[in-house]
């Protein structure tokens, strides 16, 4: 199953490589060279593939939980200060995707939406301590009734050139729907209440739409 995000790009990848393993077997005679090429081909068709799927998640929807917006690996627990919207101290839990790793966005909580906004920016690498400050991003904060409000981050990265929100403000979404999609790998920052237990550790692995990561 493929995320619709995706339906354009796999099919201008499938007619490239249909039309280059055609040119291939025409012009290409040297036995080696034609079968190597046409690997690439498949190979990179299969990367196309993979960056796009979208494989199905069962949310157990509970409004005391937090559960993981994306596929990807821990990279920041801590508290900060978080200026565009609550502008006070929150606790910030950062998970990063790579190339190899689902780039679906899912609702953490269930609630309002109360704030969507893009910001056009850089594309430091992800994990640049400013790419949440300085990288193209959007910012949503959802209200939930238990919880409070909730503010996540879409953040492109080095190779992420788009990030696809859905959230518009008064939305009523459901926890572990789809929210939007980073194209390409990138990061998601989520913005949570002190007093938030964290039910992860840095450098783990997360699976988005499923697991818990925090609890109120």
Known sequence: MFHKEGFKI???????????????????????L?????????????????FFRNPKRHT??????????????????EEV??????????????IFMSPLNVHVTRYAVSGKVKYSKYHPGK???AWHPKASEENERTTVVVENPEIGEVLYRQIAGALAKRIVNYAK????VIQGSDAG??????RVDLFLPLNTV????LNDKVKGGEQIIATL
């Open 169 to 172: 403000p008064e939305m009523q």
């Open 34 to 50: 034609n079968k190597s090429l046409s690997a690439l081909l498949l190979l990179f068709y299969i990367i196309i593939l993979q």
């Open 10 to 32: 796999i099919l201008i990848a499938t007619f490239i490589v249909g039309l280059g393993i055609i040119a291939i077997e025409n012009f290409v005679s040297i036995t080696w």
């Open 198 to 201: 964290v039910n992860v550790e």
């Open 181 to 186: 999609f980073i194209k390409f790998g990138s």
């Open 60 to 77: 157990v929807e509970n409004n005391n939980h937090i559960i993981a917006p994306v596929d990807g690996k821990v990279v920041v627990i």
């Open 123 to 125: 594309y430091l690498v």
């Open 81 to 94: 200060f978080e200026k565009e919207y609550f502008k006070d101290k929150r606790l910030q839990i950062s």
